[in-house]
């Protein structure tokens, strides 16, 4: 039986923009939140192979030879190989069709097979309750109904089927009862494929990294929550940044820092404004009812992410504690507000638009009247300090945004704040060898860094900067992969920090050094797997992948870069 972690490179996702399943290349179901991307698990053997439940294939001599998503959409086709033969698994989540749930089809095998279902609802903290209904048929917690072409048998809180070589099979995983299940089958599966070429129909990429930016695009469409289009951070919870460490955290929200950059990429892209319209509209819609704009990640109903509670998990590769909720939505991290106020501004040049006004406002005047104070900063860090990067972009929001004020009280207000925290940052904010430090009084400097420029707060060959690089060049690159800076944690015990790395080929774009950002690019792509997925971190040394997964965060720093690199390199408009 399947009893090991999964390598997180061998991962690929399925999804029906509501929530998410991961598979791994033995066509293994290891983790599966029902209904929505932050619920309790059902399937969760990603974190605990032992007790978390999974939807295991065991068949013998078989293994993959290749994944691809079916055209644009999200259905995956799995091709499996030995020596008697091959058979094509597919596997897709209804969109927008008769039924939610997870539907698996399988080409005659040359062997025969099992399929184990394995459920372990509420992060494996309760039993499950199974019923046959029928010779095929098992309800599931009573709300959850599995079809199969083949018969079941229920034992030991594991359902089992198996398949004979040379018979075709098929599998659904419903949420509500079905009516013959194979005819919905197939339709749903149309349904399903087109619905899902009516989503990427907003959205046409051509240039250069061609693939790369579909795939990117992909995923960022997966991790979308329809219903109100708040995009989250990460399919997963609990990945570690540093593997046996206590770095695991939950990223199935939506975090206000990241807005800015992907309302960018999504823009760039060649959008029509529906998705970042829509993304812009959850953040806003949130931001208008809580008393006061300090939260910086929401849950998928608009509120506050919950506390942070511990699991009984063993955690992947023994990396604890295994969390739920997130201790950082608590924190004050002026970046949040501000990221905020450049998406929207993102979206107001290029729609010539000024919707969710009240709210931006509101954002904007938090930002003048609290810039000053200590906050958490980018990284989320527990010790709050005057962190450089949370006042450079809080001064260029604030800057951005004016523009758009027909109050001229309100915009000098707004402009001659950007202007006090501009001196602030040039007289506090730089170390004793002339960079930008990470906060006021620190020697140490800081990928992230690398934004100013990319905001048009400095140039990218001010003396400042040209410092600030020499920097990150001698001590925190590693073949061409770059590390953040940590106050309360040694970051050279983590990873390199994709997206970081992804803002450094940004930056060379400015200096249109293209051997550079070919090379870093490069550098990055190589934790781009068969289907597109990249995590947040990765070994520089041995190529592991490190902390959740798939990084939205990172996927729209690498749309940005290419995006930038075409526009600069071939000269073509946006």
Same mark, same amino acid.
């Not at 989540?93 to 095998?109: E, V």
């Not at 829509?278 to 849950?299: D, N, Q």
């Given at each position: 039986?399947?009893? $090991? ?19 791994? =290349? ?131 809180? #594991? ?8 018979? =075709? ?35 046409? &990429? ?15 469409? @997966? ?42 990429? @999504? ?39 919950? %506390? ?7 955690? &992947? ?43 931006? $406002? ?25 962190? #450089? ?15 758009? %004020? ?135 040394? #041995? ?32």
């Amino acid at each position: 039986m399947y009893e $090991q972690h999964p390598p997180l490179s061998d991962l690929a996702l399925i999804g029906d923009r509501r929530t998410c399943a991961l598979l791994d =290349k033995r066509g293994n179901i290891v983790w599966y939140c029902p209904k929505r991307f932050d619920n309790s698990s059902l399937f969760a053997s990603l974190l605990d192979p032992q007790k978390g439940g999974a939807w295991k294939l065991e068949i013998e001599g078989m293994a993959c030879e290749k994944r691809e998503y079916l055209e644009d959409s999200a259905l995956l086709q799995t091709y499996l190989t030995g020596e008697k033969g091959s058979l094509l698994l597919e596997d897709w989540m209804p969109l927008d069709a008769r039924f939610y749930g997870i539907c698996r089809t399988l080409t005659a095998s040359p062997v025969p097979y099992s399929m184990h279902i394995e459920p372990r609802p509420n992060y494996s903290r309760q039993a499950p309750v199974l019923a046959k209904e029928g010779e095929s048929r098992v309800t599931v917690e009573y709300d959850f109904h599995l079809y199969a072409s083949h018969p079941v048998v229920v034992e030991k809180a #594991t359902i089992t089927c198996k398949v004979p070589a040379g018979e =075709k099979a098929w599998f659904i995983f419903a949420e509500q009862v079905l009516d013959k299940p194979e005819e919905v089958l197939v339709e749903v599966r149309e349904l399903t494929l087109k619905n899902w070429q009516e989503v990427a129909s907003h959205i046409t &990429y051509k240039g250069p990294y061609e693939e790369e930016v579909r795939k990117s695009l992909r995923l960022l469409r @997966l991790l979308t929550y329809a219903q109100n289009g708040g995009i989250i951070a990460a399919a997963t919870t609990s990945l570690p940044e540093v593997v046996g460490g206590e770095r695991n955290y939950d990223y199935r929200y939506v975090w206000l820092r990241d807005a800015a950059m992907i309302v960018s990429a @999504l823009a760039r892209a060649g959008s029509d404004g529906e998705e970042e319209r829509k993304f812009l509209s959850f953040m806003c819609s949130a931001m208008h009812r809580i008393p006061e704009p300090v939260v910086p990640m929401l849950t998928l109903d608009t509120q506050p992410a919950g %506390s942070e509670q511990d699991l009984e998990f063993s955690g &992947y590769k023994n990396s604890k504690p295994v969390r739920y909720g997130n201790g950082a939505s608590s924190q004050l991290q002026l970046d949040a507000n501000s990221n905020v106020l450049i998406a929207a501004k993102v979206i107001y040049n290029r729609y010539n638009t000024r919707e969710h006004w009240e709210t931006v $406002q509101r954002l904007a005047n938090f930002l003048v009247e609290h810039w000053q104070e200590p906050d958490h900063g980018i990284w989320e860090e527990t010790p709050t300090h005057n962190y #450089t990067s949370s006042k450079v972009v809080a001064s260029i929001s604030l800057k951005y945004i004016s523009e758009h %004020s027909e109050d001229e009280k309100e915009k000098k207000r707004w402009q001659d704040t950007a202007e006090q925290i501009r001196k602030y940052v040039e007289e506090n904010c730089l170390t004793s060898g002339g960079a930008y430090a990470v906060y006021a009084g620190s020697e140490e400097v800081d990928v992230s860094a690398v934004l100013f420029p990319l905001w048009a707060y400095t140039e990218a060959d001010s003396d400042t900067m040209l410092k600030t690089i020499e920097v990150l060049e001698r001590d925190y690159c590693q073949n061409h992969l770059y590390r953040r800076h940590l106050v309360e944690f040694d970051s050279g015990k983590e990873g390199a920090f994709l997206a970081g790395t992804l803002w450094v080929a940004q930056y060379w774009v400015m200096r249109r050094d293209w051997d550079r950002v070919e090379t870093i690019l490069g550098a990055a792509l190589r934790f781009m797997n068969d289907v597109g997925i990249m995590p947040e971190e990765g070994d520089p040394l #041995t190529g592991e992948w490190l902390g959740n997964l798939p990084q939205t965060f990172v996927h729209a720093s690498l749309i940005g870069a290419i995006i930038d690199y075409k526009h600069a390199r071939y000269g073509e408009e946006e």
